[in-house]
């Protein structure tokens, strides 16, 4: 049985930009009853994100916090293959200011440095973005493990892992190998996850769980409840390169397990769903999910996270409508 | 409020619904209303009027006219001269104007579920999302069944008028479930609201005469219990269709006996929410937050007690007490909270005290702790914890946000907690083992079965009670079943009255050697037993010929048959080819000894041989189509729109009590008993009065045929006298009564004690050889009640 003296033991304290530090999770020894005793009903689970949107809503000033606090939790992201330095650095600037001044100036955030929680990027763009983010709070994550089907050989993903961190990444976002879940290879998945944490050593450690490829919320459930033990510090649904990306349900499965994680080892594991969140009000709906079933603490960017890489161009239209009244055009807004 | 302080705080704010349109309505009525008949309103006769509030702030919101004698006269005249017309529409004109109504429904959706939320107090979320979209369901789906009616039901005709009497819970929806089903059979239709909630549905009626529904057909009276009883008293009313309190459908079902009225009654519920240790716990915990927070836990059929496994109880009780936390009560027109206000200051107090009783009997009291609006009538969700089957509030129904948690250690333990209640409306299952979900589902005494799930509703499924949750469905084939009466037996006449028998002429046989004294005796737990009494009475032939002693049955005899037959319950859950199997043993040794009945028949009758030979032939018969129809009278799969099914099984009622008539000694008592035995019932009967021996002889039959002991039961005597012990008896579920007048009326007043199910003739005779009239689904209906088991899937 693997211990939990192979990950950092140490906790330590995140950058917070909000509340109290948040000790990290420093992982624990595989418990396989914790997996085992897993039910999830899906027809339930529809229900119950089914009937938030009714349940919850928010108007008005309160909308418009709702929606900046949505940006601070941005991972604003680009991972295709036609990536160049140049195109990292404009997405770096967005990131910078993500919000037209006279908005900024007008919703009453001026001086607050208002910027998004993260650039992602793949390894190769690493050192151009913190190069370009030099000087703001900004961490850049790096997409690692062979992204996004994560199959090429652990010992590389382990260097992958260690050349971005050299390279200046904070945050490592990870793939996991899906046959391992799909096999019920539980001991193969912590301890993959385990190796990843180690090679991370102060970055953090994003999993993404491919949800898409995993099918079942059952699978989705276990995967977490076993990278959160293998000392996870995020878990993140989706690629954006499955069929299918973040969807309420997977999330509603996955904040479940972060409870229940929490309950058992007092460890508040962050959440990234990611792919698919293109809208102000789908943005809106995760929030809700986070504040209802995890707590307020869980809308701060140290705990939450959106892959997303068009949301913040609806975000700025609707600040701009609930500042002038007027309904606003992608064009009037600067692109990252 | 700023931006940045809720930047900091992460609240939600106030995210109020607009209500100028509702408002807007209300004033251009003055905030006042006549009821609706014949096409428009009118002023009540008495210039009376009732005020109703609005729960969120207890101010006086409308008037609403107090019905009175003359106005329910009025609209039962309306609805009178509207049915004719109404029903020679035909279907096909008739779904149309459904689905107009559907329609309208649709086109004011949002003006229907603020008046809703404004007047009852419930969320705006719900009214929106729920009752509005379903009440067009309803709609839409019974238009279908309009343009379909003469196809599918074409031996059966419309009912007539129809009196609807609706709660305060789900005004619109419940309008919506009771005038979509009788409007579509062709019935008309007279319907009164609660005094509490009675705007939708005049609004209702207003605009569904401006989408062009002829006049008369929906009238709406409103006013109190007093005018409700008006309407349920009015001789031109065919049938009463009542939602509400067990309580009231009580004296309904009382006021209503022996008038010929047809009834169909959904009442209260306590139903159990059991959760097994291998459920997915989270998820149950959302289900208790949809069963019992949902409309304030004024629902009928809310999951209002809790059964936990042993060894989750624990876990369960934490992470409830821990998803209260985030719950919202405030005001109904707030798009951002999951409970509005209860109806009326009279409920909150019903509510507060018995969770105080709760609370005195040893409950442990967990209530959410978000604030609550401190004017107007609301109340916070609540747990009561560590509650005993013997605690007040395990056994009546709370009708508020009131979950009461109690655990159970077995499979069996669950079932035998669940049942352990007057009522049987619903009941919802949670295990993540299919084998175990699916075995106890049907083990459940509920109309409405949920896996994995709760409260789930469509115009598909049925919704009804089983015991004191009433009678009849709402909802599929079964609830549209319920507004149609069978051809065959609109013909039917009422029973000549038989020539008393003419005094005991005795003739011995003086020296010679006499016949072995055959003495029946009655029949009970599959034994030959002496009545309690041991009296016996003569049996004569039409000249006054002794033919033999039949046992004088008397209540204990009842009782003991009672509980013979209580206790063969594993004839429900034989299996439905060994029932046939023995049915058709029956019929076979029937035919052995058929010389031998039609002896009988003919002596205590004194029809000709050939005749007897022929009630003997009809018999076999009769034995041989409830064979068949043993394995064939089946529930169908409804199609919800969701992922899953709902099964609509055909369930055994349990203990009927039958009393026979006296024309067609046998063929009547097989036709009633075999119908019922086929479908897994138990059997309690009382043969003829005047001749009995048929029925005694046949116990012969049955003991020579496999019939497990206690599954038929025959009982002699004074039939109307056993009758009556029969109807007040609470251990029996259905009594039917074929014989007199007299009979019919107190079967049906006696049985609410237990509110049993009663089919009774009133007195028309029934052709026993006209097989259109008497055999098949136009009895096994009655000889079943639907059961159905929602069943969500998805992996």
Redesign the interface.
């Known amino acids: 049985m693997p211990n939990s003296s192979a990950v950092p033991a140490q906790p330590h304290a995140r950058d917070h930009n909000h509340t109290h530090p948040i000790a990290r999770n420093t992982g624990r020894a595989l418990e396989m009853d914790w997996v085992d005793e897993i039910?999830?009903?899906?027809?339930?689970?529809?229900?119950?994100v089914a009937?938030l949107p009714?349940?919850?809503?928010?108007?008005?000033?309160?909308q418009?916090?709702?929606l900046?606090?949505a940006i601070t939790c941005i991972d604003l992201t680009t991972l295709n293959g036609d990536d160049t330095t140049e195109r990292v650095k404009r997405l770096c600037a967005k990131a910078r200011a993500p919000l037209r001044t006279d908005l900024v100036e007008a919703?009453?955030?001026a001086g607050r440095g208002l910027h998004t929680g993260a650039i992602c990027v793949y390894h190769r763009f690493v050192a151009t973005a913190v190069e370009a983010l030099d000087g703001s709070d900004i961490p850049v994550a790096a997409v690692s493990t062979g992204f996004p089907a994560g199959l090429i050989p652990h010992d590389l993903k382990l260097k992958e892992i260690e050349a971005s961190v050299r390279d200046g990444a904070q945050e490592i976002d990870i793939v996991i190998t899906r046959e391992h879940v799909l096999t019920r290879d539980w001991r193969a998945l912590y301890a993959e996850v385990r190796d990843f944490r180690a090679a991370c050593g102060d970055a953090h450690l994003k999993t993404i769980l491919a949800t898409g490829d995993l099918k079942?919320?059952?699978n989705v459930a276990k995967a977490s409840m076993v990278c959160m033990m293998a000392g996870a510090d995020f878990i993140k649904t989706s690629t954006g390169k499955e069929g299918v990306n973040a969807t309420l349900p997977v999330t509603l499965a996955m904040l479940?397990m972060i409870r229940l994680y929490e309950e058992r080892t007092g460890f508040k594991i962050g959440f990234k769903p990611a792919g698919g969140i293109s809208t102000a009000k789908d943005v809106l709906n995760y929030q809700f999910l986070m504040?209802?079933e995890l707590g307020?603490d869980w809308?701060e960017p140290d705990l939450f996270r959106i892959g997303a890489s068009s949301l913040l161009a609806d975000i700025e239209r609707q600040l701009e409508h609930h500042v002038t009244g007027r309904y606003s055009a992608f064009n009037r807004h600067a692109v990252g | 409020m700023s931006i940045a302080h809720y930047y900091e705080t992460m609240d939600y704010g106030p995210a109020p619904e607009a209500d100028g349109e509702a408002r807007v309505w209300l004033k251009r009525h003055e905030a006042t209303f006549g009821h609706f008949v014949s096409g428009k309103f009118v002023a009540p006769a008495s210039g009376k009027h009732l005020t109703t509030i609005e729960p969120a702030t207890g101010k006086a919101l409308a008037k609403i006219a107090q019905g009175a004698a003359a106005d329910v006269e009025a609209a039962v005249g309306a609805a009178r001269s509207a049915q004719a017309p109404w029903a020679k529409l035909g279907g096909h004109g008739r779904a149309r104007h459904l689905y107009a109504l559907a329609r309208m429904l649709q086109r004011h959706a949002r003006l229907f579920a603020v008046l809703e939320a404004i007047d009852n107090g419930k969320p705006i979320r719900e009214t929106r999302d729920l009752d509005v979209p379903l009440a067009a369901r309803h709609l839409l789906y019974h238009a279908g069944w309009a343009q379909l009616q003469e196809r599918e039901f074409a031996d059966h005709v419309p009912v007539g008028v129809i009196g609807q009497i609706i709660p305060w819970n789900f005004p619109l929806l419940m309008l919506a479930w009771k005038i979509a089903p009788a409007l579509a059979a062709g019935n008309t239709v007279v319907l009164k609201p609660a005094e509490f909630t009675s705007l939708t549905a005049l609004l209702f009626a207003e605009l569904a005469a401006e989408a062009g529904l002829p006049p008369g057909v929906l009238n709406v009276v409103t006013g109190d219990g007093a005018t409700g009883a008006l309407l349920v008293e009015n001789p031109g009313v065919d049938k009463i269709a009542f939602t509400g309190s067990t309580e009231v459908g009580r004296l309904i079902r009382q006021s209503t006996a022996g008038s010929g009225k047809s009834l169909t009654l959904e009442l209260g519920g306590k139903s159990p929410f059991i959760v097994f240790d291998d459920a997915d716990i989270d998820g149950a915990v959302e289900g208790v937050v949809d069963a019992i927070w949902f409309n304030q836990g004024q629902v009928c059929c809310a999951g209002s007690r809790l059964l936990l496994q042993e060894g989750i109880a624990e876990t369960f009780r934490k992470r409830l007490i821990r998803r209260m936390e985030t719950l919202r009560v405030g005001p109904p027109l707030d798009k951002a909270i999951d409970m509005g206000a209860v109806v009326a200051p009279v409920q909150l107090e019903r509510i507060k005290a018995l969770v105080e009783t709760g609370v005195k009997e040893g409950a442990e009291k967990y209530q959410a702790p978000g604030a609550i609006p401190s004017e107007g009538c609301f109340y916070p969700p609540t747990l009561l914890w560590n509650v005993h089957p013997s605690s007040t509030v395990a056994i009546e129904e709370i009708f508020g946000p009131v979950v009461v948690a109690m655990t159970f250690r077995t499979p069996d333990e669950a079932v035998m907690l669940a049942n352990n209640t007057r009522y049987g409306l619903a009941a919802s299952v949670w295990s993540e083992t299919i084998g175990l979900a699916l075995d106890i589902a049907p083990k459940l005494l509920a109309g409405v079965v949920w896996v994995n799930a709760t409260n789930l509703f469509d115009a598909s499924v049925g919704f009804g009670g089983y015991r004191e949750s009433g009678f009849g469905r709402e909802g599929g084939r079964e609830g549209l079943a319920e507004y149609l009466k069978p051809k065959a037996w609109i013909g039917r006449k009422a029973r000549a009255k038989l020539p008393p028998l003419p005094e005991t002429s005795t003739e011995g046989v003086g020296f010679g050697t006499p016949s072995i004294d055959r003495t029946a005796k009655l029949f009970v737990g599959g034994k030959q037993v002496r009545p309690d009494g041991n009296y016996s009475r003569s049996v004569l032939s039409p000249k006054g010929k002794h033919l033999g002693e039949a046992g004088e049955g008397n209540r204990k005899d009842i009782r003991n048959a009672v509980a013979a037959a209580r206790s063969a319950e594993a004839w429900a859950r034989a299996t439905a080819h060994n029932r046939a199997q023995i049915l058709y043993y029956l019929a076979e040794n029937l035919s052995a000894r058929g010389d031998e009945f039609a002896r009988r028949i003919g002596d205590m009758t004194g029809v000709s041989p050939a005749k007897a030979r022929a009630e003997v032939e009809a018999s076999i018969e009769r034995l041989f189509s409830y064979g068949a129809w043993a394995d064939k009278y089946e529930g169908t799969i409804h199609a919800p729109p969701l992922r899953g099914v709902a099964l609509a099984m055909h369930e055994p009622i349990g203990v009927v009590g039958v009393a026979c008539p006296d024309e067609a000694p046998l063929l009547g008592f097989i036709s009633l008993v075999a119908p019922l035995i086929a479908m897994g019932n138990r059997v309690v009967a009382v043969p003829s009065e005047r001749h009995p021996l048929a029925a005694t002889d046949f116990y012969q039959v049955l003991e020579t045929s496999d019939v497990p002991a206690g599954v038929v039961n025959i009982v002699t005597g004074e039939r109307d006298a056993l009758a009556r012990v029969l109807a007040e008896h609470d251990d029996i579920d259905a009594l039917w009564v074929f014989g007199s007048q007299e009979a019919s009326t107190v079967a049906e007043r006696l049985s609410v004690g237990n509110l049993k199910r009663t089919l009774v003739d009133h007195g028309l005779a029934l052709d026993w050889y006209d097989r259109a009239a008497s055999e098949g689904p136009i009895l096994l209906r009655h000889a079943v009640q639907v059961k159905n088991i929602w069943i969500p899937y998805g992996d």
């Open positions: 039910r999830i009903n899906l027809s339930a689970a529809e229900r119950r009937s009714g349940r919850r809503t928010v108007k008005k000033d309160a418009a916090a709702w900046l606090k919703l009453g955030f079942t919320l059952r479940r504040k209802e307020r809308l």
